[in-house]
Nanobody, 122 residues
Framework: QVQLVESGGGLVQAGGSLRLSCAASGYIFSIHAVAWYRQAPGKQRELVAGINRGGSADYADSVKGRFTISRDTAKKTVSLQMNSLRPEDTAVYYC????????????????WGRGTQVTVSS
């Protein structure tokens, strides 16, 4: 069983910074692409940033230049550094990952964390 646990959310003033972390645990053989999504009240979940196994990252236009995604393969963690936060960044942030478990004989399965709340006050 694979679990993704997010941490680092909280309340911050506009212009401030937060660093989210996603820790993977369980019987993990390898972690492939990892992404952060967010969902604001009354809105659909949207992709914020993603990073592949090689470390190449991509970002939603709304966060480019402000957010940075990174991964530590050995520690099985992925972080999202969020700077210059805006009230419109307020949302629950979710970690999502494609994980190969067990002995690495199966295709990757997709997992979600439970989310962490980020609130940016104006």
């Amino acid at each position: 069983q694979v679990q993704l646990v997010e941490s680092g959310g909280g309340l911050v003033q506009a212009g401030g910074s937060l660093r989210l972390s996603c820790a993977a645990s369980g019987y993990i053989f390898s972690i492939h692409a990892v992404a952060w999504y967010r969902q604001a009240p009354g809105k659909q979940r949207e992709l914020v940033a993603g990073i592949n196994r090689g470390g190449s990252a991509d970002y939603a236009d709304s966060v480019k230049g402000r957010f940075t995604i990174s991964r530590d393969t050995a520690k099985k963690t992925v972080s999202l550094q969020m700077n210059s936060l805006r009230p419109e960044d307020t949302a629950v942030y979710y970690c999502n990952a494609d994980v190969v478990s067990g002995y690495g004989l199966e295709s990757p399965a997709n997992y979600w964390g439970r989310g962490t709340q980020v609130t940016v006050s104006s």
